[in-house]
């Protein structure tokens, strides 16, 4: 399918300039008769050429949605079960109100984990710490696929998806070399780490369900 449409590409440059050259030829003839004639030869060439980038664009596009709906169907599970595991986590550490404060508080100061008081944030290291390993796995498992996403996607198909997409796979790359030490530089690059996860992938998947134009239980449900 790759070098199919190479050759559609290759065929309307070729179209495109035998258009642009008929059409050259046409204004330097003195009849007019053939100067009507060659104009409408070159403009019919140059409409084919766009016709033929249209097309594939199209096509394009439509596989490439295709292609990210089913990446939708593997990056959402692993999205879930990251998301429901730390809000069972952190309700029971802080409360949902709590919570939903310090998402809020942290969204509203660009993501700084300061922030968050030294309690809470010595509270959530606690949780991260305490299962540190099994974060690991899953946010291993998370890069991967998300990886795979950005290759599909290009600049070209959501440039905003795509930056949210990078953003997670950054905070991924440092949660997973930060060690638990205890130390104050761990505490405050653990927690951003850990909500800029949080809060990108979460974007990535509302951005894709948008994108894609289907509801949320459709992901799960097929």
Not at 69 to 97: C, D, M, R, T
Request: aromatic letters at 10%.
């Amino acid at each position: 399918m790759k070098l199919l449409r190479g050759k559609e590409y290759i065929t309307a440059a070729i179209l495109f300039l035998l258009g642009a050259e008929v059409l050259r030829r046409g204004a330097s003839i003195s009849s007019t008769y053939w100067q009507s004639v060659m104009a409408n030869g070159g403009v019919t060439l140059l409409g084919l050429a766009a016709a033929i980038l249209i097309v594939n664009a199209y096509f394009d596009y439509r596989s490439r949605k295709a292609a990210v709906y089913s990446l939708l169907k593997l990056v959402a599970p692993a999205i879930e079960e990251h998301h429901n595991e730390l809000l069972q986590e952190a309700w029971n550490v802080f409360g949902k109100p709590q919570w939903g404060e310090i998402v809020d508080r942290y969204k509203d100061n660009n993501g700084d984990p300061r922030a968050l008081v030294p309690d809470e944030r010595h509270q959530l290291y606690s949780v991260i710490k305490a299962r540190k390993g099994v974060y690991d796995q899953r946010f291993t498992r998370l890069e991967a696929i998300l990886k795979e996403l950005a290759l599909i996607l290009g600049w070209s198909f959501d440039p905003g998806i795509l930056k949210d997409t990078f953003n997670c796979r950054f905070a991924i790359s440092k949660f997973l070399v930060t060690p638990c030490d205890d130390s104050d530089v761990a505490v405050i690059e653990l927690c951003e780490q850990f909500l800029d996860i949080e809060l990108t992938s979460f974007q990535v998947f509302h951005g894709l369900i948008q994108l894609l134009g289907i509801a949320k239980d459709k992901v799960y449900g097929n």
